[in-house]
T-cell receptor
């Protein structure tokens, strides 16, 4: 069975500082990993994904994530946080060769960027 | 066009009403999903359609009835709902058969059952 864990319910960071939102995963084989962001009363927006290749993945809005196989982690990062980055962030996983089986989501991390 | 469009955006219905949520995408995706999301929680999968056929039903009560009339449309028919069914209902779509593909989500319908 595949799963993801987001150990932090809430992350607070000052505007302009780097931010990290943590995610660890459990899946058989090499995972496909995804990050989504959700603004209040909105749907989920895709940020980035790791499939294979370079462990550092760059995505939308200046976000990036680093895949670490030995630590089974896929942490989301941004060098300089903006107040507008404040939102709910979800990590998700899908096992490879699993067709269109639905994504398995973490519980979410609320990011607050303080001016 | 990478949009999934959901209507209505907001819906208030009584427990005896019948209503429908609609979802539309024109990305050629042949997998479509309904999720239910409570406040500050991750989305919970309800149904999956693959090539317009129901492939996954996550033990959802029969008061929720999905329908996929064609490859672009997905409906969720609601009848005799309970107040605890109040939530954000999200539609998503993706390509079939490629687990590397991300799902695209609509903005959701905020449902309130009174």
């Amino acid at each position: 069975a595949q799963s993801v864990a987001q150990p932090e319910d809430q992350v607070n960071v000052a505007e302009g500082n780097p931010l990290t939102v943590k995610c660890t995963y459990s899946v058989s084989g090499n995972p496909y990993l995804f990050w989504y962001v959700q603004y209040p009363n909105r749907g989920l927006q895709f940020l980035l994904k790791y499939i294979t290749g370079d462990n550092l993945v760059k995505g939308s809005y200046g976000f990036e994530a680093e895949f670490n196989k030995s630590q089974t982690s896929f942490h989301l990062k941004k060098p300089s946080a903006l107040v507008s980055d404040s939102a709910l962030y979800f990590c998700a996983v899908r096992a490879p060769d699993s067709g269109n089986t639905p994504l398995v989501f973490g519980k979410g991390t609320r990011l607050s960027v303080i001016a | 066009d990478t949009e999934v469009t959901q209507t209505p955006k907001h819906l208030v219905m009584g427990m005896t009403n019948k209503k429908s949520l609609k979802c539309e995408q024109h990305m050629g995706h042949r997998a479509m999903y309904w999720y239910k999301q409570k406040a500050k929680k991750p989305p919970e999968l309800m149904f999956v359609y693959s090539y317009e056929k129901l492939s996954i039903n996550e033990s959802v009560p029969s008061r929720f009835s999905p329908e996929c009339p064609n490859s672009s449309l997905l409906n969720l028919h609601l009848h005799a709902l309970q107040p605890e069914d109040s939530a954000l209902y999200l539609c998503a779509s993706s390509q079939v058969g490629q687990s590397r593909n991300e799902a695209f989500f609509g903005q959701g319908t905020r449902l309130t059952v009174v």
